[in-house]
């Protein structure tokens, strides 16, 4: 093979692999997937009939050296259950539970397997090129805990002949200090992109306590690190390989409640290590994956007050192996299979504790109409567990584009949950009779959009509806806590999102705004007498809004953004209840170039108004602090004449 | 035309939408004025929800079945702190041991704040050995703090490995025990010195004193270890242990309490049970069913032998308070704070 053909043969392979994708997955998406390769087919497959959330390039760049939960908190449906920068953020998306909500890397359910769920101040942004929240159950291709939803993170191999290089320092109020850097080398069939990141923070803020006086957070540390190595291999026109590992390492120390006279001695360390190799061999018609994931999973508790140096471990594999094929032009079929290993360390797990094994058949299909205007699939996957039985699930979703302006989705699934480790094995009280929490959920949504000359206007409207049986909660047993399965809960609500917009030439201005109404509340319990029947969730706002003002000129940007948040029980029988708040940021964004180097100056302005307000009660916020930083990339094309 | 279509038919989708809608302000809680008819009193100690908030004492008339749900507040607003553990009376003065907010608060017979020893790591229960002196157990602090009530401030420590909790005093010795340990520790009061220790299995709790001056203790075991709990009785003065009654290995024994004759223990093990200090073996059947109840706190009424029982429900919701009569048979119930664990009879 000569240089020009390999290169065109190389172009075409490219092509082949992103036309794919984009028939198999989201055909009918108003979507424009502009990159060349998506990792995992199977994303795309559950993204079907349902609304996604994707972070677009006026919003990502501003939230780039932040949290997820920074940007979840404040450009999503999804509520945070946050005790403070730095300290525990879990989720709650459409009235559901943190551990309803899965965290996929590279298609891996990365939640902690103890915990069921993830604390989104570790995970930061900047190891990203994409994060999409898909709103909706999906438990046939992602398996257990995808009742709500899933939050998706992603990267994106490019085959660009290039180098590029990236250094990023930031500083801010509380002694935040921050700094990372990526560099990304590819050729035409080889890719490597290194990212790094470290941040620490005193975090010892100012706040109003009950008393209306200013008190500072002691004891409130955090610093975290973290690396993250993507590689792909072009191998040849039908086989690609990627290979990724991730580690992050989160220390914190953990304060006690405003007030308490006596100080904390307690602290944490997460360290969390994730590998991926995916092998893909594709042709025009077939793709078939193959992938492996290792994951370790390290929780040190110390309290040296207490005397309490407990530590965990929690080491995970999953093998999975999927085909798609597309038989005919509207016609596609999928099947495949995974196998999970599960050995967790605890000096807190009893002598019952043994590894957990499970193992799922997924298989699904796709109906394109002819015009490509309407579209349905469905999904089905039985999984076997070695601790209890498994519910049979699947989904079935509909998409229909009736006209250029207009795109409806819908989707229905029956859905699981499988316990935790900790709700299996925690001694005492760990209970080996627990049944997986189980239900159904439906949901619809509408897009309309209109493009006039320079003004976009666009309006996404979503309903959705869950009926979640054997949910589980921790209850008093005598001298401690235990694990059953005693509520129904079913939650019901809608959202809205509707953005306005205006281009010309090197001006753009965008306001946009969110709305969620969640209705979350128990229908049943086996507690006697349970007051909480009929009660919305505690920690669930039934209201919640943000709204963005964007606006750029040339090299400038500037993002305003408001959130509101209505009232939150903090009872079961929501006899109590926090007030709700409004809180605001101002970020802005400059950047210059100087031939191959661009530099970019950010800042942000976080809590405008000084408003003082709690997430969870007891647990305050900062007032209004800064933070600004420097960012520095350097693109060079390693040769030009070679395909980019 | 499509466009005129789904307007229409979305504005009348929205309408249905917004009318389904619950209002987001809740309705204000509207406090009525509790008339408490006797002084007949019960408070009720409710722990609240660790660290997310503020634990209180209720105040429950038996009369009048009136409840003042949070009588600290009521007195001095201001939240009394987080895990609210114990109550007892000391010269006079209600003392409060709050737990995670590591102090005590003393308040006068008004229950008006009067004062507030601080120092501690993770107080528990605190025992007046004289007017002057008192010991505080301790979770955390590997040592029980020797505080003076007229200075009000700690004054010294006595060590003790591991989590010291209830504690009561006989012929100028102290009685605690440790969770930590399998042992009970016996202390001079007057040297402040650990001068012995009795074997009543891992756990223990609970203890009481009989009529007999006989001490009893209930070890919950460790059940992922397989090791059972036990009901251990030993004689104060000569700490030979006379009775020792062990519990299947499933079961989780806890919350032991006396009535003021001082001859029937009653105690929690899913269910309520009963016994005399002279049976000679443990009760097979149940004082009280649960009844789908979570038992989290007992109290014996001192004069009536009506027993309080308190149904913490989620831990996250207003406790039920069960009241049955000596014979067991349930006579009310009464709603207080989150998790109440305990009584205090006046």
């Not at chain 1, 991926?276 to 999973?297: A, C, K, M, P």
């Not at chain 1, 109590?576 to 950047?591: A, D």
């Not at chain 2, 709990?229 to 030979?240: I, N, S, V, Y």
């Not at chain 2, 149904?311 to 109440?340: E, N, P, R, W």
Request: glycine share 6%.
């Amino acid at each position: 093979m000569n240089g020009a053909s390999g290169i065109a043969s190389w172009v075409i392979v490219l092509v082949c692999i992103s036309s794919f994708s984009l028939r198999a997955g989201d055909s009918l998406s108003i979507r424009k997937l502009q990159t060349v390769e998506v990792s995992t087919s199977r994303l795309l497959w559950s993204q079907l009939g349902k609304r996604v959330i994707k972070f677009d390039s006026l919003i990502l760049p501003h939230y780039q050296y932040q949290s997820l939960s920074d940007i979840l908190s404040t450009q999503s449906p999804v509520f945070i259950k946050s005790y403070g920068p730095g300290a525990l953020a879990s989720s709650s998306l459409r009235g559901g539970s943190a551990s309803q909500t899965a965290i996929l890397w590279n298609g891996f359910n990365i939640n902690h397997p103890m915990l069921g769920q993830s604390d989104f101040s570790q995970i930061p942004v900047f190891f990203f090129d994409a994060v999409e929240i898909e709103m909706g159950s999906a438990p046939a291709l992602h398996g257990s805990g995808v009742i709500n939803g899933s939050i998706q993170l992603s990267n994106t191999q490019r085959f660009q002949n290039s180098l590029k290089t990236t250094l990023q320092i930031g500083s801010g109020s509380f002694g935040m200090r921050k700094t990372g850097g990526s560099i990304h080398y590819s050729t035409y069939r080889f890719s490597s992109t290194t990212r790094l990141f470290y941040q620490q923070n005193q975090n010892n803020f100012r706040f109003l306590n009950d008393s209306g006086k200013t008190e500072t957070r002691t004891h409130n540390s955090f610093d975290t690190k973290g690396a993250l190595q993507d590689f792909s291999w072009l191998i040849n026109t039908k086989n690609k390989l990627d290979v990724s590992f991730w580690y992050n390492q989160f220390d914190r120390q953990l304060p006690k409640p405003p007030g308490n006279k006596s100080e904390s001695k307690a602290s944490q360390q997460d360290k969390n290590f994730r590998s991926s190799i995916n092998w893909t061999y594709f042709t025009s018609r077939t793709r078939v994956n193959l992938r492996q994931g290792i994951f370790s999973d390290a929780l040190n508790y110390t309290d040296s007050l207490a005397g309490i140096f407990s530590k965990s471990r929690c080491l995970s594999s999953v093998s999975e192996v999927e085909a798609n094929t597309q038989f005919t032009q509207w016609f596609h079929f999928f099947i495949g299979g995974q196998f999970l290993l599960q050995n967790a360390e605890n000096s807190n797990y009893g002598a019952r504790h043994q590894s957990p094994k499970r193992a799922a058949l997924v298989g699904g299909f796709q109906l394109n109409t002819p015009n490509k205007k309407y579209l349905f699939s469905s999904s089905i996957r039985q999984e076997y567990s070695s601790l209890l039985p498994v519910p049979i699930t699947g989904h079935i979703s509909l998409e229909a584009h009736p006209h250029s302006t207009l795109h409806l989705k819908w989707n229905a699934a029956r859905v699981y949950r499988l316990p935790t480790l900790n709700d299996w094995y925690w001694q005492p009280g760990g209970n080996p009779n627990l049944k997986p929490e189980q239900g159904y959920s439906t949901d619809g949504s509408l897009i309309f959009q209109l493009h006039h000359s320079a003004i976009s206007f666009r309006f996404t409207g979503s309903l959705f509806y869950k009926n979640i049986n054997n949910w589980i909660i921790w209850l008093p047993k005598n001298t401690y806590t235990s694990p059953d399965n005693l509520l129904n809960v079913k939650s019901r609500g809608g959202e809205t999102q509707t953005e306005l917009g205006y281009r010309k030439k090197s001006f753009y201005v965008q306001l946009a705004i969110q709305t969620t109404y969640v209705l979350s509340t128990v229908e049943n319990s086996y507690l006697k007498e349970d007051e909480a029947i009929g009660k919305q969730l505690i920690y669930t706002p039934r209201y919640t809004g943000n709204g963005n003002l964007s606006i750029g000129y040339k090299k400038a940007s500037l993002l305003l953004n408001h959130n509101y948040t209505g009232y939150r029980f903090n009872n079961s029988d929501n006899s109590t209840w926090l007030m709700p708040y409004h809180v605001s940021s101002l970020k802005l964004r400059y950047t210059q170039h100087f031939n191959r180097i661009e530099l970019t100056v950010y800042g942000a302005l976080n809590n405008l108004f000084n408003s003082d307000y709690e997430i969870i009660q007891n647990y305050p916020v900062p007032l209004r602090n800064y933070e600004a930083g420097l960012t520095i990339h350097y693109v060079k094309s390693i040769n030009k004449n070679k395909y980019e | 035309m499509i466009h005129y279509r789904l307007v229409k038919y979305s504005s009348v989708i929205l309408g249905f939408i917004l009318y389904a809608c619950v209002k987001d302000k809740p309705n204000p809680v509207t406090k009525t004025n509790v008339v408490l008819s006797s002084n007949e009193k019960v408070f009720v100690i409710n722990e609240g929800p660790f660290n997310t908030g503020n634990g209180s004492i209720s105040l429950y008339d038996p009369i009048s079945n009136n409840v003042v749900e949070d009588v600290f507040y009521e007195q001095n607003a201001q939240k009394l702190g987080n895990i609210v553990q114990s109550m007892s009376v000391v010269n006079g003065q209600y003392c409060i041991v709050v737990n995670n907010s590591n102090k005590i608060v003393f308040c006068n017979k008004d229950f008006k704040k009067t004062a507030q020893i601080t120092g501690f790591h993770s107080p528990r229960y605190v025992l007046p050995v004289s007017n002057k002196k008192g010991y505080v157990t301790d979770l955390y602090a590997n040592a029980i703090s020797i505080i003076d009530f007229n200075s009000l401030s700690k004054t010294g420590s006595i060590p003790c490995k591991g989590k010291t909790e209830k504690i009561i005093s006989l012929y100028n010795k102290a009685f605690v025990t440790n969770t930590d340990k399998e042992y009970v520790y016996i202390i001079n009061t007057i040297t402040d010195q650990i001068t012995d220790s009795v074997n009543v299995g891992l756990n223990a709790y609970g203890l009481e004193v009989d009529k007999n001056d006989d001490i009893w203790i209930l070890s919950n075991g460790k059940k992922s270890a397989g090791i059972p709990g036990k009901l251990t009785r030993f004689d104060a003065l000569t700490h030979t242990v006379k009775t020792s009654f062990t519990f299947s290995s499933q079961d989780s024994p806890g919350h032991l309490h006396i009535n003021t004759t001082k001859d029937s223990l009653y105690y929690i093990n899913t269910h309520v049970y009963r016994l005399s200090i002279n049976d000679g073996a443990l009760p097979s059947s149940a004082f009280i069913t649960n009844d789908g109840r979570n038992f989290y706190g007992m109290g014996i009424h001192p004069r009536n032998h009506s027993v309080y029982l308190a149904d913490a429900m989620d831990y996250s919701q207003k406790s039920t308070i069960y009241v049955h009569d000596a014979s067991g048979k349930l006579k009310t119930s009464f709603k207080t704070a989150i998790c109440a664990n305990s009584f205090w009879f006046e």
